[in-house]
């Protein structure tokens, strides 16, 4: 069975760090594309982060561009985002997604960030 | 970047009746599109990908179409766990991937 179990997520205060991570499971991490995905509260879904199944390309959104970096282990089967100068407009339920551009996708449950002082 | 939009924002359909959700893409993704269903407190599901593909284990009453700009996701007939909000997301320009604001489909 596929598996995307997130963690690391809590509160932080402005201009605070986090890092997260997403443990994978019953597939070969290896050969997938990964994502972070985000969600804030009561809205729609913003793409935050793809990285390529060997880390060769690595691609932000705009909106984090230069303060989250995004990482994967293919050993450890894990994914993460180490996110720096967080601000309130972070706050979001952060989801890992396997392969969003095709027939793979899979999708976490999520871990959530609340960025407040 | 590609611009998604979605309508309507809520559909208010009876159970076994038919709902018929729209997305546009701001220039042509092709076929590269894909549906969602996401319930409350849950991860998105993927649906379909590629306009029309049903994912693995998706039932036969959701079906996806439309190519280049205008793409339709129609549920035949709603069973109560169908009502949810769904998204569509391109994934032929990219980066970055994009996706539409939802519909929420609730009960009439």
Redesign the interface.
Known sequence: EVQLVESGGGLVQPGGSLRLSCAASGFTFSSYSM?W?RQAPGK????VS?ISSSSNTI????SVEGRFTISRDNAENSLYLQMNSLRAEDTAVY?CARG????T??????TLVTVSS | EILMTQSPATLSVSPGERATLSCRASQSVSS?L?W?QQKPG?????LI??AS?R?TGIPARFSGSGSGTEFTLTISSLQSEDFAVY?C?Q?NN?????????TKVDIK
């Open positions: 994502n995905v729609g879904l913003e793409w793809y691609y932000y959104a705009d989801y969003i551009a095709g027939s996708g899979f999708w976490g449950q999520g | 590269n894909a969602y849950q991860a998105p599901r993927l990908y590629g593909t994912a998204y997301q994934y990219w980066p970055p991937f994009t996706f539409g604001p939802g």
